[in-house]
């Protein structure tokens, strides 16, 4: 008989069939799967009974998720958008950090440990999580706005800051125990981190501008997709590990940057729909993994100190976080937007508290009281969100022109589909209007004579302003058949008679899009072989017709 004691296989089919499992209950139960993913992880932990995933490696598995997570965000993240954010995201985040470790510290100190456990306490309480920010502003579509580029901007400098604490608290708790390390060593040390760090940035802005274009560029001649998406994942993967080994910076840091490199090329699309199957799948794992952690014991041993702990993550940070950013000059808007993606902590929460125990400077209850203000901060950031939208004035909508009136085009994305469309429909003399959420192709949208609207077009507000109730028809032409029918839906519940267009890649995809409200859908690949058959069908008429009638 085989040995089938694979920890490895058995921690990825496990997390994944009872994420998958519980995930299809909470959606049943109109709550974010994400919840399902928690508590598939607490099931499969070493405090119920049952099975025991491996925690060693869950953890692992969960870091290559943040990995190809902060990867693709770098794709769509340049320097410039990195450089336009700093004035708001360094202050910010250093204010937020400090105010956040000041209130954690408080509530430490309350529960009566020493000063040393109560900063570390309220250190880890002081970073949000980099799967749960990114993964709220992708489901809300607002990766690629103003708002999101602070939050990411804000979380760039979150992860600097926590590289730092990383390296100067065992020179802290060296120093505590009398081994003779002095502040200058400890200086030292800092100053060596930060060295490296810059020299990493260095090296990708220098070396990795040219190499890895390069290196994608020669995979994608290859004509192979299997080489080219392992391009994206070696990329991904073999920088972020060298980051964390070579310069001392973290995993997540590293895979930014090189995503940030790529997508200053014209492979930067291309790459993030390679990297998005596995990206996923290990998300999900990072939630399982999480949920691991939790010992339910605490939520009844300590409940007082664990609803401190929310409160502070939640409602204290947050405050904090959207004091500052209307402190700079943004808009109710951006501070809410802000706020809400920082009401949580995740992985950085987990390591710092783990090392502090390690290094004997903060007791083993407090990193189960992290533990459990983590994962019930993960539970109520949604809320959070919700509560945002609630209190932010969507735009009024922009006047329309007497000949908008009489029924515009609207169109859905202004990528490949989106941009050809919009021009024959403008060289027609139509009014078109363009809801799109990239800046650049926003650019190119108005350059071309269209009027834009800038957001989400699965959020109502953006639809009315983009004039649906007088609108001569819908084109949706993004390429992914879930964000198009939640367009769709939201579109056919706006206006019940308006006839919409919308783009598929399968059958699925347009029943799937017909079920939503889509008067008819277009399936690319069947267009494609009715205009070649129409081609070959006509070919031996047109080569006949010279013989009809020879020169003489």
């Not at 699309?269 to 998005?276: D, F, I, K, L, V």
């Not at 995740?346 to 390690?358: M, N, P, V, W, Y």
């Not at 459990?372 to 945002?388: W, Y």
Request: charged fraction near 15%; charge should be neutral; glycine fraction near 10%.
């Amino acid at each position: 008989m085989p040995d089938h004691q694979t920890p490895l296989i058995a921690t990825i089919a496990a997390g994944l069939v009872l994420a998958f499992l519980f995930g299809l209950v909470a959606h049943r139960l109109r709550i974010q799967p994400l919840v399902g993913y928690l508590l598939a992880g607490v099931v499969v932990g070493p405090f119920t009974p049952g099975f025991v995933a491996d925690q060693a490696l869950a953890g692992e598995l969960a870091e290559i998720g943040v990995i190809l997570l902060m990867f693709g965000v770098g794709l769509h993240f340049s320097l410039k958008d990195l450089a336009a954010v700093a004035r708001i995201a360094v202050p910010g985040a250093i204010g937020q950090i400090a105010a956040a470790t000041l209130m954690g510290a408080a509530l430490g100190w309350a529960l009566g440990w020493d000063l040393a456990a109560s900063l570390v306490f309220g250190l880890a309480l002081s970073v949000a999580s980099t799967v749960v920010l990114v993964r709220a502003l992708q489901e809300r579509r607002m990766l690629e706005t103003e708002r999101g580029r602070i939050a990411v901007g804000w979380l760039v400098v979150e992860d600097l800051a926590m590289v730092v604490a990383l390296v100067l608290l065992p020179a802290i708790a060296a120093a505590r125990a009398g081994e003779g390390t002095t502040t200058l060593q400890m200086l030292g040390a800092l100053g060596l981190t930060l060295a490296k760090v810059a020299a990493f940035v260095v090296v990708m802005l220098g070396v990795g501008r040219r190499v890895i274009p390069w290196v994608m560029h020669y995979a994608a001649h290859t004509g192979s997709r299997e080489l080219f998406r392992l391009s994206v994942y070696a990329l991904a993967l073999g920088i972020a590990f060298a980051a964390a080994k070579v310069f001392d910076a973290s995993f997540a840091l590293g895979a930014f940057f090189a995503g940030m490199v790529l997508g200053e090329t014209k492979l930067s699309q291309r790459a993030t729909e390679e990297a998005m199957p596995l990206r996923d799948a290990f998300a999900v794992l990072f939630f399982v993994s999480v949920g691991m952690l939790l010992d339910p014991a605490v939520l009844v041993e300590r409940p007082i100190a664990v609803l401190a702990t929310v409160a502070i993550i939640v409602l204290g940070k947050s405050v904090a976080a959207w004091a500052i950013v209307r402190a700079f000059g943004h808009g109710q808007a951006t501070a809410l937007t802000v706020a809400a993606s920082l009401a949580q902590i995740g992985e950085f929460s987990f390591i710092l508290a783990g090392l502090g125990i390690t290094l004997g400077m903060l007791p083993p209850e407090g990193r189960d009281i992290v533990l459990a203000g983590a994962i019930l901060s993960i539970l109520v950031n949604p809320v959070a969100f919700r509560l945002a939208a609630r209190h932010v004035t969507p735009a009024a909508p922009k006047p329309s022109a007497p000949a908008e009136r009489q029924g515009p085009e609207v169109i859905i994305g202004y990528g490949r589909v989106g941009s050809l469309l919009g021009a024959r429909l403008l060289a027609a003399g139509r009014q078109v209007v363009v809801v799109e959420e990239r800046d650049e192709v926003r650019a190119a949208a108005e350059a071309a004579g269209a009027r834009v609207v800038a957001g989400n077009a699965a959020d109502p507000a953006v639809l009315a302003e983009a004039g649906l109730a007088t609108a001569r028809r819908l084109f949706v032409t993004v390429p992914e058949a879930f964000e198009a029918g939640q367009v769709v839906e939201q579109a056919r519940a706006a206006n019940p008679a308006l006839e919409i267009l919308a783009r598929a890649h399968s059958d699925a995809a347009s029943d799937h899009l017909a079920v939503l409200g889509a008067t008819r859908t277009i399936l690319g690949e069947r267009e494609i072989a009715e205009r070649m058959a129409e081609h070959a069908l006509a070919a031996p008429r047109r080569m006949a017709e010279p013989a009809l009638a020879p020169a003489h």
